[in-house]
């Protein structure tokens, strides 16, 4: 092999070392659920356990349910039952996903994940 092909080779070796490695670091984020089952109200929330995540959903069984993470942040909020609730926070950073009723009456978390 001549010096100019050894150089193509390595050169050639290296970039699909660098794109594997890109795919596999931009693989989608999975979502990972919490509060399922878990009796919520306007006063009554429910959180996860703390991970890095943007975008925070859920729905409640009988009423309306908000998401948001952490004590203070408060995103979206569901019309009613048959609504998903959704906030994206707009980038991905370690938080505490949370999900409370947006009614005074019980519901209970149908679903809620974080992403």
Do not use: K
Not at 34 to 48: D, H, K, L, R, Y
């Amino acid at each position: 092999m001549t010096r100019t092909h050894q150089r193509f080779a390595l050169l050639a070796a290296s970039l699909a070392t660098l794109l594997v490695a890109l795919a596999l670091a931009s693989t989608s984020a999975t979502a990972s659920e919490f509060c399922g089952g878990q009796t919520i109200s306007n006063i009554q929330t429910c959180f996860g356990a703390s991970r890095t995540f943007q975008i925070v959903r859920g729905r409640g069984t009988t009423t309306g349910v908000c998401v948001g993470y952490n004590e203070i942040g408060r995103g979206g909020c569901s019309a009613g039952a048959a609504f998903v609730a959704e906030w994206n926070i707009g980038s991905a950073a370690f938080r505490t996903p949370r999900i409370m009723g947006n009614s005074s009456n019980n519901t209970t978390v149908q679903w809620a994940d974080a992403s």
